[in-house]
């Protein structure tokens, strides 16, 4: 009997689930995945096998049980049929803060469980759904095994000088410190690399993970060294409507003299800034790059000019730079935002190819460039399986 792991990935409105086989030795293979959608409102269920094609769909009754509880009872009741011969095994669930505590995926437990809602004002806007989700399993199948994995553990393997801000040390030791986040997909590239290419594995690379939330993890031989994202999802890079890096000197400007409380202060860096903000029209890519608009044209712009700046700091904390990978959905699609960067990051010694860049090629550099560039899918629910395989092996 082949055992199944179930992937979750817990939103506030939605929980998107993957179902992968596990066979003894072999990477867990996608069998199945969908999603939850309107989990608050009017839930709807969609599930389409490893090649796309629908396999169900449906609106689901959220009279008796509403959010994550309703949807997560009618997933596994749906699974349990849809699996016929095969064991669910575990759920993997991806939870954004793992803190300081949890640098690599764990069971969850009681005690677990306690510690990771610790954590919730780290993260506020992720945290609560993560969790929630986990509850609503454990409440349906509490003999379920589950196991978390953490958006912040790859890197807790940063130097200390890259985790710190420059506050009062009862601050830092408070946690007020950088954290990082994206670290199941950095975690996934870093896991590809090996079989890519050798040296992009064993030196200096730097990931961007360009996707609605963005962020660039330098890698020194498939380590975290520094990353763009810090305390939060919102340093770095500007996003789809997250500011990115500001002056904190703009916040306390608009505290004082815009009228502006906490709760506005995140809307507007979390919900209305980024590319929609800059552009007025759209948070995605796809519709900037269609667009006229000179402001749109200008949120392209800003997100090419940021990438290139980030680059640099990054291979300064590298000292160097030997490949450059792009992934998530603008990195894997957007061949002219891929180009725009790397021509710009000549000077860091990679030589594009353009019409491998254009068509679509994994390799997008020359032969012989100095510095190597790379188009890698991520796969950060492949990650989540693989980490709870191997936490049931452990707990074997
Ligand atoms: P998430 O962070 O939600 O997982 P994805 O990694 O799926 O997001 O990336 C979504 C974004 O990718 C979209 O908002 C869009 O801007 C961008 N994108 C997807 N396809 C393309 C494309 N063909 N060209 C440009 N951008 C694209």
């Known amino acids: 009997m082949t055992d199944a792991i179930l992937v979750l990935n817990a939103g506030s409105s939605s929980l998107k689930f993957s179902v992968f086989l596990d066979r003894a030795g072999a990477t867990p293979q996608l069998a199945l995945r969908g999603q939850i959608e309107g989990i608050l409102t009017k839930p709807s269920f ?34 349990e049929q849809r699996l016929g011969g095969q064991r669910l095994a575990a759920a ?19 005690a677990v469980l306690a510690a990771l809602e610790r954590l919730v004002p780290l993260a506020p806007l992720h945290q609560p759904h993560n969790l929630a989700a986990i509850r609503a399993v454990a409440a349906r199948a509490p003999e379920l095994a ?18 710190a801000y420059a506050l009062p040390r009862r601050l830092t030791e408070a946690g007020i410190r950088r954290y990082g986040f994206h670290g199941l997909s950095f975690e996934y590239i870093a896991h590809m690399l090996p ?5 992009a594995a064993s030196g200096r690379t730097v990931v961007a993970h360009l996707g609605n939330g963005a962020s660039m993890c330098a890698l020194l031989a498939g380590k975290s060294a520094a990353s763009t994202m810090g305390f939060t999802a919102l340093d770095g890079l500007p996003m789809g409507t997250r500011c990115g890096a500001i002056d904190p000197g703009v916040l306390l400007h608009l505290l004082d003299h815009h009228g502006m409380d906490a709760r506005g202060l995140e809307k507007l860096l979390y919900h209305e800034s980024g590319l929609l903000g800059v552009s007025g029209i759209s948070s995605d890519v796809r519709a900037l790059l269609a667009s006229r608009d000179a402001h749109a044209a200008e949120a392209v712009d800003l997100l090419v000019y940021r990438i290139v700046r980030e680059l640099g700091s990054l291979a300064a904390a590298l000292g160097g730079l030997d490949a450059l990978v792009f992934t998530a959905g603008i990195g894997e699609n957007a061949p002219l935002i891929r180009a725009r960067v790397c021509r710009a990051a000549a000077w860091l010694g990679i030589e594009l190819d353009e019409s491998a860049n254009a068509g679509g090629g994994r390799c997008i550099s020359r ?29 074997a």
């Open 195 to 199: 079989s890519i290419d050798m040296r």
């Open 92 to 110: 993997g669930h991806r939870v954004v803060h793992g803190g300081f505590e949890f640098s690599a995926p764990v069971r969850v437990s009681a």
């Open 367 to 395: 032969a012989g460039s100095p510095a190597s560039a790379w188009v890698l899918p991520t796969n950060e629910e492949q990650m989540i399986a693989m980490h709870t395989r191997a936490a049931l092996a452990v707990m």
């Open 146 to 163: 589950q196991v978390a994995c953490f958006d912040t553990a790859f890197h807790t393997a940063q130097p200390p000088l890259a985790q």
């Open 46 to 79: 969609v599930a389409c096998d490893a090649s796309g094609a629908t396999l169900a769909e449906s609106d689901l009754d959220a009279a008796n049980q509403p959010g994550h509880q309703g949807a997560a009872g009618f997933l596994l009741d749906w699974l």
